[in-house]
Every structure is written in C-alpha cells, then in structure tokens.
RNA sequence: GCGGAUAUGGCGGAAUUGGCAGACGCGCCGGAUUUAGGAUCCGGUGGGCAACCCCCGUGCAGGUUCGACCCCUGUUAUCCGCACCA
C-alpha cells in the first residue's frame, strides 16, 4: 500500500472533475431534478473563514448523494460582489473597486476549489458583472412600473460611518449591522419599496414552506402582524384624531391620549395651543435623539400636555387632555395612541408621574398598583354598554358600536415598513431612472438595460448625503427620453440586498440575455429544493427574495409563489475558546491551513463531526485528529480486502448503516452518520478483514463527505470507473435486524440482568426466559408478581409486590 | 418586558421519541513498538467504594408511569431574536 498523500490526490481528483463536468448540472428537462443551494459569499479581503465550509459542506453531502441516488442536481456558486467594504478598500488603496473584486473573487474560487465541493462552476455568477445587474435593473424597473418603487422624502436612518442611509432591517440596536456606528434620522428623499403589500402573503405564505420553526417565528415577528381597530376621536377643535388599538373593548377607560412629536395635527393647531413654545422644545429634543437614545429600555416617560386643545372620547363623550410624548411612534399606526392606564404598562407608567386618572374596566387586577394587561378572559367594568361582557364579545361588540356609528373600523397593522432602497455609494447597481423637471421620474427604457457604473475619480461618500455619481456631470445631466429637456440621473444605487433578492433564478439559465432566466429552465428548477444559510438574514436577505419572488411570481416571470421549499440554518462555529471567531480575539482558524495540513477531506468531516448543525460549535484543533486518523484507517482497509460478498454476520450492521447514513445525509445528522461509518469501520477492523463488497459499499456511503480519499481508494481497489458514476446503495429493511438481540431484565424497574433471545419471541418466552435466569428469580423469589411485560427487542420488566 | 430555544462525563456530542443513559470522536490512564519524541497498535475510562453482583447519576424541586434525559407543574441559568409596535 502507498500512503496516501491526500495533497497530490485531492488536487488529482480536482483536475479530473473540473475536466469532465462531472458536477454539471444536466440541461435535460425530463430528468428528476435537485436544485440545493447555499448563499453566495461576499467576497472579502480576508477570504473564506472556516465557519463558510460548514454549509458548503453539508450541502455538497446532500447534493452528491442524490447525484448518486439518479437526480439531475443543481448546485450553483456564485459572488455577492457589491457592497461597502470593497469600496472602502478601494479607497483607502485607490485601486478600482471592480479590480478588488476580481482578486478577492479569484482567491475565494480557489479556496473553495480545494475543498472539492460539487459546485457546477459553468454557472457562476457575479452580481456585479453588467450581464448580471442588468436583470436587477430590470427587476427594479417591473417594480417602478407597478407603483411598488417610488420615491419619498422622509426621515431615514443614516450610517454616520458609512455615510449613507439604511434599511430598517439593517439597523440593530440602534447601530449599524455592518459597522456598529451610530445611525441618526436624516429627512432624504429615498428610492422606497412596497414591502408592505406583501405582509399578509409573506406570512400566510409561511405555512405551506418547510422552514425550521425559528426562521417562521422570525419572520412573522418582524412583520409583527396585530388585529385591533381604527377609532375616531373629536379634539375639540373639530379635528379628528385617528388611533390605533389591539384593545378597543378597553375604549371606556381611555383618560388621555398621546400623540408623537412628529404629529401633523401639531402645527395645525399652532395658534391654539398656549404652550407652544414648550411643545416645540420637546418636538426639537426628540427629533435630536438618536435611535439608541430613544429606543432605549425603562427609560422614564417623558412628555407635555397641549394646552387649548382636548379630545373627545367617542364612545362617552368625555373629555379628555391630549400629550405628546417620544413613546408614541409617528411610523406606527396613526402616530396616535388612546391611553388605557389601567390595562397598558406604558400608559400606566405615564400616567402615574403626570398624576392622570386611572380608570378600571376590566376586572381582576389592581390597577392602583400596577396595569393589568393579562386580562383576556377577564370581564368587562365600568364601560357602560359593554359592562358585563367577556374580553372578547366587548371587544366584537365594540367593533360593531365603531362601524355603525362612524367612529372606527377593524383594522390590521403591521410592524413591517417599506423597505429603503436606495444607498448614497459608488459601488451598487445604478438605479435606472431620470428625473426629468416636467416629466417627473422616467424610468430608462428596457433596451438600455444595463445602466453601466461609469468610471469615477473618486469613489469618497460625501457628509451631504449625495452619492459620488452625483459629481459626474458627463453621466448625470442628460436629455428626457420622454420630453428631451434637460434631466438629471438617479445618482443612488441600489443596496447589497438587491442582487442577492434573485440570483437563485439566474443559476438556473445564466448566460441568458434575453430574459433573467428562460421559462423552460425556471419551470424545470424552480422553487430551490433545499436552501441553507445563516440566521442573521432571516429578516434581511431571505425575507427580501422572498418579496422579490412574489412579485415575479405576480407578474408572471416564475412559475411559483415561493422561491424556497425548504430551508435550514447551520450554527456558526466558533473559536477554540468557545467565543465568536474574530481578528480582535485572536481566535481565527484560516481553513487554508486546516487544508494543508490535513487535507480537505478531514477539513470536510471534521466540520460535519463537529456536533449539531444547527447549534454554535467551538473549534477544536485536538478533534481534527480523530478524523484524520479515521480516513488513514479507511485508506488501510485495503491492506485486509479479501474477495467475497456482504459477510453473513455484517449484513444487518451493513444495511442498517446504508440506511442511517441516507436518513442522516437528508436530515442534516452528518455527525450520527460519520459516527455510523465509524463504528462500522471498527468492526470491519475488529473482525480482521473487509470483503470486496463490503468495501465497496462502505466507500460509496463515506464520499458524501471525503469524496477525493473515496475516488482513490475506489480506483486502486480497481472497482470499476469512477465514484461520481455509480449508484447510492440500497438497503433492505427486512435485512436490517439482527436474527437475536439482547434484552434487559428489570424487576421493578431496576435491571437484575441481560439476554441474548431470538428476535421474533414471544411474549410470554421472554418472560419466562427471564425468570429463569439466576438473578431474577432470586429477585422475585417469595413475592407477589403484579405485572410482567415484555417490550419487543427491548426488555422485560416483573413488577412484584412485598 | 414579549417571543423562541437550550441545559447529559474532563470536552464535542449520541440515545430508535416513554424502554439497557453516555453511541462515535477527542482527551486522559495503562501497555506494546521506538534510542527518544512523534506516529501507530492493544486495553481501560460517568461518579462513589479497597472491591462488588452494591449505591448515586441527564441544571434544580415535585408529579404522572411498571418504567422518565424524554410527558406534566414549578424553578434556576445560559443563548438567540424583537423591543415604548399601542
């Protein structure tokens, strides 16, 4: 035997499959298909980390086996190429931002290259590439033209590092996702998208998909979906004042109201109001409080009464004192609310420092001392028509009451806002709209798709907020295609987010110039069967595409209404200290070195090893050992081969491991299906030698995970051509149990001793093989037996009494 | 605060979903081989006890059951998401 010098076979194997195509998906349309696929990366400075391996890998497990299982599979690679740090890099090195790219997308192909991974690479695709981001524009402009793109001043939130605005989804706690700058509010016009026109379906839609649960509860979280009603209140300047409330049965203790600084009944009512002054002071203090400031938690109330005006309680006429406070959001609802202190831990708290009336109208807590808000099977007091009803009949009711008298309605809310599409930086997609002053905003014509980025001087974000396209004048100023006046370009470009909102579909006809893909190839692999990725875009990136797809799907560009059938989420892997990998920590594992010192396929099984997929996993450099001591050992396996077929006493062991590691591979267990492989091995060890078939069987099942240590072993053992042409092994489910298995005796519950009995006893045998036995009898000697049961293959049990 | 999850040896993690807890791997201990180290091979390894066929043991406290890591009630800790959303 030679030993195995996985550098020269893993770049031998890499060779063979590159040349052949082996991993091309086929253009045959009546094949089954498979389309898996994992996120495309960004292409960073740093290259792949170990934690992108980990979903690449088990992906590529699944999509080799249902290769060998007879699917025409699709598993597609590509570069989500745009985005900030390349263009800060850029910057700082003044080099092209289209130049980083190259580079950095050549180190991460080779990268992944020498992990052996089954991607089809005739696909590639770039997001930055204009054959690319032509289909964006295009995308975006179907948007324009169903009014679901357009154009708001409003006040945005502004990455005062990044200089340059970001989408709500893209501001964590206060700061931003990328940098963890402070995001303050600038009033700008933005390019926005109708998200929102698609809250219901993107979650109704939930129900159909086969997500894990956290991504639905995600999802439906941040949409945050709320049922309640719209009520009209009077102020007593005659003006209507909308609310919304998820509480309407509670209408009858509503002692004030608040609306947000930012309300526009506020500067009508100017000359009404006597403390204007002061009202303008809190509505200048909140404007200048950052988000972090203003979200921040059991912060106290603050607020201001209006003096000259009061509202009017629809429902019994009262009268009552109107606030603003920072607590009421102008972009929810109406941006004003109708307070229930007695049954609102907000209004409660607000109510008791500025000493307002707390009126109780649901029964069962003590409201004197704090809100009772966990009320819904309460009943109803103090509100007069409603008085002695159930939460929720006052709550019809009430609804009932509104609609017949004019005061209110039903009324849906969500949390979810338009999605802000515009970015104040170079390198993105240049939307393709002219604003022209007569005409108003002119969409570019298809046929001059794509809107190239020209070349820029300097790619610098500016403190105005203009992006650097603005400065080119050449590229700016042109001519309305509508009226031929002068006009100017749209100088924003699009967010990362955009490209990646439908590159799933551009995998599946990429070089296509006519169209984002053709019907026949979107028919054919359309939706993705199984999709994995991270977490932290469960509310960005896959809540995006999804809308994206809808939208698509509504004016008939995809054949289905949703772009994934199932999707997963892998845990990061973390460094060996158990925190987060980072530079600042010092606990980075470059997987460069995992490969040249181990080999790709021990990179490969470790990361599938290393324990749940969905959970966090720390790294281990100890561990890696065990893997590569187990591919050595199977490379031993041919120096005790001896011909022959499955061996009578490993048939069973064989055909449940063929079934374990198959179930395994397709529920994302690759930990219990190594662990099988390895316990197989063992016995293959432990019993001196391994048949032919045996061998054989064994290599198919392990190259899933360690394909270029399985192409080899397999041609030196002179198989027969090549892994990637065979056929998964079959199991019989009647071959899988043994013909005796051992049982355990309990009495009581507590075990007295073990048997080896024939599978197929009955029930009553093993009970009385049990008793037989030494220890059991001596147990149950001289008691009372109660119970006797016999659990199949498992154990008996002899309850006995004193 | 709301929502979701998790808790098992020294470590990563298994457990056919109510039926022999700790599979598999790491680490560790002992042995073989080696001039030595490394590598490899063999044996052992949840805890207690001198030892056992004994006792204890799946975050903690109860409960249901012949039988509970698994179901129920309560509780604690950790992680994640959202967070003044009316």
């Not at 994995?532 to 008939?556: P, V």
């Not at 720390?618 to 396996?637: M, Q």
Request: hydrophobic share 35%; aromatic share 10%.
């Amino acid at each position: 035997m030679k030993n195995y010098d996985f550098k020269a076979v893993e770049k031998k194997w890499q060779q063979k499959w590159e040349e052949t195509g082996v991993f091309h998906a086929k253009q045959d349309f009546t094949l089954p298909k498979y389309y898996c696929l994992v996120e495309f990366p960004y292409p960073s400075g740093q290259g792949l980390h170990v934690g992108h391996p980990r979903s690449y890998t088990a992906l590529d497990t699944v999509a080799r086996k249902k290769r060998l299982q007879g699917y025409n599979v699709l598993y597609p690679m590509g570069w989500d190429a745009f985005g900030l740090p390349t263009e800060n890099y850029a910057i700082k090195n003044h080099i092209h931002p289209e130049i980083v790219t190259k580079q950095n997308v050549a180190r991460f192909k080779q990268q992944l290259q020498s992990l052996g991974f089954s991607f089809d690479w005739s696909r590639e695709v770039n997001t930055t590439d204009p054959a690319y981001y032509k289909w964006t524009q295009w995308i975006f402009l179907q948007l324009y033209k169903k009014g679901l793109a357009y154009k708001k001043e409003m006040s945005v939130n502004w990455c005062t590092s990044c200089k340059c605005v970001l989408a709500n989804e893209e501001v964590v706690n206060g700061v931003c996702e990328r940098c963890g700058s402070e995001v303050i509010h600038k009033v700008k016009s933005q390019w926005m998208l109708k998200i929102t026109a698609y809250a219901q379906r993107l979650i109704d839609d939930l129900d159909d998909l086969n997500f894990i649960d956290r991504v639905k509860v995600q999802q439906k979280n941040w949409i945050g979906r709320s049922t309640g009603a719209q009520v009209t209140f009077t102020a007593t300047t005659g003006d209507p004042i909308e609310v919304y409330t998820t509480r309407p049965d509670t209408l009858f203790g509503a002692t004030y109201m608040v609306v947000s600084p930012e309300h526009p009944l506020l500067e009508k009512w100017a000359d009404k109001l006597t403390n204007m002054d002061e009202i303008r002071a809190y509505q200048n203090e909140a404007a200048h409080k950052s988000d972090f400031e203003r979200t921040e938690v059991n912060k106290d109330k603050t607020g201001v009464e209006l003096l000259g005006v009061r509202a009017i309680n629809p429902v019994n006429g009262e009268e009552i004192p109107i606030f603003i406070s920072d607590y009421v959001l102008v972009s929810y609802g109406t941006g004003a609310i109708m307070a229930v202190p007695a049954h609102d831990t907000r209004d409660w708290e607000f109510a008791k420092k500025f000493d307002l009336p707390i009126v109780e109208v649901v029964r069962g807590g003590n409201v004197e001392k704090e809100a009772f808000t966990d009320c819904a099977t309460g009943v109803m007091v103090n509100s007069g028509f409603l008085t002695g009803l159930s939460v929720e009949d006052a709550k019809v009711k009430i609804i009932d009451w509104l609609t017949e008298n004019g005061k209110g309605f039903k009324k849906v809310n969500y949390k979810l806002r338009d999605w802000v599409f515009s970015r104040q930086r170079y390198w993105g997609e240049p939307i393709p709209i002219i604003e022209c002053p007569k005409c108003g905003f002119v969409p570019l014509d298809e046929s001059e798709l794509p809107l190239r980025l020209p070349e820029v001087e300097s790619y610098e974000p500016t403190d105005t907020g203009e992006s650097p396209l603005a400065k080119l004048t050449d590229w700016v100023n042109v001519k309305c295609p509508c009226c031929g006046g002068d006009a100017k370009r749209e100088t924003d470009t699009m967010p990362q987010w955009a490209g990646s909102s439908w590159y799933f579909l551009r995998y599946c006809d990429p070089h296509n110039n006519d169209a984002l893909a053709s019907k026949e190839a979107l028919e054919y692999w359309t939706p993705v069967d199984w999709y994995n990725g991270g977490m932290e875009h469960t509310t960005l990136h896959l809540l995006y595409s999804r809308f994206w797809h809808k939208f698509l799907y509504d004016i008939g560009v995809v054949p289905t209404k949703e772009p994934y059938a199932k999707r997963t989420s892998h845990g990061m892997i973390l460094g060996e200290n158990g925190e987060k990998m980072s530079k600042s920590r010092g606990n980075v594992v470059n997987p460069d070195e995992i490969v040249d010192q181990y080999g790709a396929d021990t990179m490969r099984l470790y990361e599938m090893f290393i324990g749940d997929f969905e959970k966090a996993a720390p790294w281990n450099s100890d561990s890696i050992k065990g893997c590569k001591r187990f591919l050595d050992r199977t490379w031993g396996l041919q120096n005790i081969a001896k011909d022959g077929g499955i061996r009578a006493e490993l048939e069973a062991e064989i055909h449940r491991t063929i079934q374990k590691v198959g179930e395994d591979i397709d529920n994302l267990k690759a930990n219990t299906a190594i662990a099988a492989l390895m316990t197989l091995l063992n016995r293959f060890y432990d019993s001196g030698a391994v048949t032919r078939e045996e061998l054989r069987t064994f290599v198919l099942l392990l190259n899933p995970f360690a394909p270029h240590l399985t192409e080899e072993l397999w041609e030196v053992m002179d198989f027969g051509g090549v892994v990637t042409s065979q056929s998964w092994p079959q199991f019989d489910p009647a071959k899988c149990k043994d013909d005796s298995v051992e049982i355990a005796v309990q009495v009581c519950g507590k075990i007295k001793a073990r048997l080896t009995v024939p599978a197929d006893v009955s029930s009553a045998d093993a009970i009385a093989l049990a008793k037989a036995d030494e220890k059991v009898a001596e147990a149950i000697d001289g008691k009372t037996i109660v119970k006797e049961l016999y659990v199949p293959g498992r154990l008996v049990n002899i309850v006995v009494k004193m």
